[in-house]
């Protein structure tokens, strides 16, 4: 269910399901569409998106009973904040050990999807409230 | 192979297998792919070159994919090449290391002709 609160913000709830991954970054896409963001900002935001989504529903909701999901979005200048809320316990991943990408190619290395956005993205902030997981991000174009 | 977001084409030039990837190599069609490559990989290809030009976008888990590949190919002598990435799936490549471990040409033919000894 999609719904946009303004032209400059929009609020999606989510089902805990990777297919929901594509809807998101799809009206992500048109929001940034509507908002005439910079197209080449779209895939790396897009990105971080996934990234973080695919995250939340594979590890941090697969064993909650009454997962919920959403991303908020909205433009401030010439920044897009999106914001991805969650009930899963409580995880920063801003924690996370840093990805050792010299060593990508000898063993499986995890934590790769995290580690692109936070090279990608400007911002990475973490809170958590009232039980869930907030997580907010940010580009910048100019 | 086609999914929606992402067609993949494959031919073969002598030794060589070339895969173009034409749209999104997402959590969803990374699944697809990877079966595709695991196919190709069965014949044990002395070169796989992964055709990029066309490719719109990438994460972490087409990634893996094309890691997975990699490491298959390795056990058999033969290796995964990148070609003509965008600026955006560039990107993403460089700052994974990608580039460092994967050979990268700009175009399929230098690919081809890099690898002309062990296709040829």
């Known amino acids: ?142 | 192979m086609e999914t929606g977001i992402l067609t993949v084409e494959t031919k073969t030039e002598d030794l060589a297998v070339i895969t173009k990837l034409i749209g999104r190599l997402d959590v969803l069609t990374s699944r697809d792919l990877d079966q595709h490559i695991q196919e190709i990989l069965q014949t044990a290809p002395k070169v796989l070159i992964i055709d990029l030009a066309r490719l719109d976008y990438v994460s972490s888990a087409g990634l893996r994919v094309l890691l997975q590949a990699r490491k298959t190919l390795k056990v058999s002598g033969g290796t995964v090449c990148l070609c003509a990435a965008n600026e955006f799936v560039g990107s993403v490549l460089s700052t994974t290391g990608f580039t460092g471990i994967f050979p990268c040409f700009d175009t399929v033919g230098a690919a081809l002709q890099a690898n002309a000894d062990a296709i040829g």
Not at chain 1, 9 to 38: D, S, Y
Not at chain 1, 50 to 55: A, C, K
Not at chain 1, 96 to 125: A, F, N
């Open chain 1, 1 to 142: 269910m999609t719904f946009p609160i303004s032209e400059a913000r929009l609020k999606i709830e989510l089902t805990c399901q990777l297919e929901e991954v594509g809807h998101a970054t799809r009206e992500l896409e048109q929001f940034a569409e509507r908002n005439r963001i910079p197209s080449p900002v779209m895939p790396t935001v897009q990105l971080a998106l996934e990234e973080i989504l695919t995250n939340i529903i594979t590890h941090g909701l697969a064993s909650v009973p009454d997962p919920k999901l959403s991303l908020s979005c909205h433009v401030s200048g010439q920044k897009l904040i999106l914001e991805v809320t969650d009930n899963g316990p409580e995880f920063d991943p801003r924690k996370m050990p840093p990805v050792d990408i010299t060593k990508v190619g000898e063993r499986d290395v995890g934590g790769l999807g995290v580690y692109l956005v936070q090279k990608m993205m400007d911002g990475v902030d973490y809170s958590r409230r009232d039980n869930c997981n907030v997580l907010t991000l940010w580009k910048i174009w100019r």
